[in-house]
């Protein structure tokens, strides 16, 4: 079995409410190396718009407010 075919075997055993986590997770490694001399300012991730959004749905998932696809879905605080 090769590493990809693990870890995508791996992503069905994470329970839904830490999705979230990993997504943001695999985003920030599917950046390439040496992005030409941008920074974090730069890349629109990490744009304070976004932190404050992710923030607020990280609370909603340590407060137990629901699965994944819910927050995705329920953006009326955001």
Do not use: C
């Not at 994470?14 to 985003?27: G, R």
């Not at 304070?48 to 629901?66: C, F, I, S, T, W």
């Amino acid at each position: 079995m090769s590493d990809r075919e693990r870890a995508l075997r791996l992503v069905y055993e994470v329970p839904e409410e830490k999705l979230l986590y990993l997504i943001a997770y695999l985003e920030g490694l599917s950046v390439p190396d040496g992005r030409s001399g941008r920074s974090d300012e730069d890349d629109p991730f990490y744009s304070a718009e976004n932190m404050e959004r992710l923030g607020k749905a990280a609370e909603r998932m340590d407060a137990g407010g629901g699965q994944v696809h819910e927050l995705i879905e329920d953006r009326s605080d955001d």
